[in-house]
């Protein structure tokens, strides 16, 4: 990726659209909300793939994603929590928190900051 500043930021042309960034979000996405959405939407697609193989009846994922930042250390990410509400049918609680385990363990962008910030997961069934 190359990055090429702007006024107020940063942008780069992917190749699925421009990505203006700026620590103000009147002139692009905030580092930190990049962050916090691609733990979120790693995590969601690789729960998405694995009840999709299970062929568990789901039909919508959406995710809350809360973060906690401290502000004496330059505003860091201290932890993430990502809330799942799954909304489907039959699903049982005790294989979705099997599921959630493996999203865990397969997501590349929670396992990249493992160590460094907490990643908390919680999820809901909501039953059709």
Do not use: W
Request: glycine letters at 8%; one cysteine or more.
């Amino acid at each position: 990726m190359e990055f090429k500043m702007k006024d107020g930021g940063f942008v780069a042309e992917l190749p699925y659209g421009r990505l203006d960034i700026s620590g103000d979000e009147n002139y692009g996405f905030r580092p930190y909300q990049l962050l916090v959405s691609s733990l979120a939407i790693c995590s969601g697609g690789i729960l998405r793939n694995i009840l999709e193989k299970m062929r568990l009846d789901v039909q919508d994922i959406q995710i809350t994603a809360e973060t906690e930042r401290n502000r004496e250390k330059a505003n860091r990410v201290e932890k993430v929590t990502l809330h799942f509400k799954i909304t489907g049918k039959g699903l049982k609680k005790e294989k979705l928190e099997r599921v959630m385990a493996l999203t865990r363990k397969n997501c590349a962008m929670v396992q990249s900051v493992e160590g460094s910030i907490e990643v908390e997961e919680t999820f809901e069934i909501v039953e059709v």
